[in-house]
């Protein structure tokens, strides 16, 4: 079992920054695979970024890629998601996963999920 907890979310202008963490409980946090998806108004949940286990792959969905960078700290149970060069469309709910296969496929499904941050980005 495993428990995620989303923080970091807010308030920026285009253009700005924030870096959103997913705090995790639970055993063998360092063989999960993580990811961070996201919840636009009125849109299905859509993939943004993960990452492998032991840091040695990352995928991004096209939109972010270049501006958003996703990193795990097995030491302190912890994934991040910088996102610079915010847009209003990255206005959404951002969600953290994990799933403890080995997979290279960044996709779901994802065994755990946390319950979200959100983010709002204004023009």
């Known amino acids: 079992q495993m428990h995620l907890v989303e923080s970091g979310g807010g308030l920026a202008q285009a253009g700005g920054s924030l870096r959103l963490s997913c705090a995790a409980s639970?055993?063998?946090?360092?063989?999960?695979?993580m990811a961070w998806f996201r919840r636009a108004p009125g849109k299905e949940r859509r993939f943004v970024a993960a990452?492998?286990?032991?840091?040695?792959?990352?995928n991004y969905e096209a939109s972010v890629k270049g501006r958003f960078a996703i990193s795990k700290d097995n030491a302190n149970n912890t994934v991040y998601l910088q996102m610079n060069s915010l847009k209003p469309e990255d206005t959404a709910v951002y969600y953290c996963?994990?799933?403890?296969?080995?997979?290279?496929?960044?996709?779901?499904?994802?065994?755990?999920w946390g319950q979200g941050t959100q983010v709002t980005v204004s023009s």
């Open positions: 996963a994990a799933d403890p296969s080995r997979t290279t496929s960044p996709l779901e499904p994802y065994a755990f």
């Open positions: 639970g055993r063998s946090f360092s063989s999960y695979k």
């Open positions: 990452i492998s286990w032991n840091g040695g792959w990352t």
